[in-house]
């Protein structure tokens, strides 16, 4: 069955540097990727998808990567800050159109 | 931020009683979805609306029921809650025929506990 993992569950960096987060799947070779923010009591908000065709996406100080020969997403936050401390969810197209799969999360905390 | 309100935001309630949450989206989005978040789980697919009156199963669909009157409101009912329920559900929109390229919105979840 297809599967997800953020393999880290949780990652603590100083303010300023480069966050970098991974997504693997395995067992599905997805046309699309999705990464998503989770703030805690909140549902999760929508940040970046990247296409399999797409190797790179970028949105201000977000870049997303999509290797689909490692079967890899990697999601990097450029100049972090405390503010941007959170759960990061990532996602891929599921058995059908109407679906999507969701990995378990990286929680990310910004030391100032 | 999407129109989706998801009602009641918290409830705690016993083993072995009915209860239904609803979801209400002023978007207009054709695809309409229950989850729940659980620790080391992540977001598990409940069920999914396609249309009015049109509805499939997810992931882990077993002891819940749904419901899709209308566009705007997609209820999810746990006919007789148990412990194994108590969980934070998540409702979410997504706008055309294919979910391809187009993400999902989220309500703000509701807290429910089964003692």
């Known amino acids: 069955s297809q599967k997800i993992e953020q393999n880290s569950e949780a990652l603590n960096i100083q303010e300023g540097k480069t966050a970098t987060l991974t997504c693997n799947y395995t067992?599905?070779?997805?046309?699309?990727l999705q990464w998503y923010r989770q703030d805690p009591g909140r549902g999760p908000v929508f940040l970046l998808l990247?296409?399999?065709?797409?190797k790179e996406k970028r949105k201000e100080r977000l870049k997303v990567t999509f290797d689909t020969t490692l079967k890899q997403s990697l999601f990097h936050i450029t100049a972090s800050q405390p503010a941007d401390s959170a759960t990061y969810l990532c996602a891929l197209d599921g058995s059908s159109a109407s679906k999507i799969i969701f990995g378990s999360g990286t929680r990310l905390s910004i030391r100032p | 931020d999407a129109g989706i309100t998801q009602s009641p935001r918290h409830k705690v309630t016993e083993t072995g009683t009915p209860v239904t949450l609803r979801c209400h989206q002023t978007e207009n989005h054709r695809y309409m979805y229950w989850y729940r978040q659980d620790p080391g789980h992540g977001l598990r697919l409940i069920h999914y609306s396609y249309g009015v009156k049109d509805t499939d199963k997810g992931e882990v669909s077993d002891g819940y029921s749904v419901s899709r009157s209308k566009t705007e409101d997609f209820l999810l009912t746990l006919e007789s809650a148990t412990s194994s329920q108590t969980s934070v559900y998540f409702c979410?929109?997504?706008?055309?025929?294919?979910?391809?390229?187009?993400?999902?919105?989220f309500g703000d979840g509701t807290r429910l506990s089964i003692l």
């Open positions: 979410a929109i997504s706008e055309s025929v294919q979910t391809q390229n187009q993400p999902q919105h």
């Open positions: 067992n599905y070779s997805p046309a699309y």
């Open positions: 990247i296409r399999e065709n797409e």
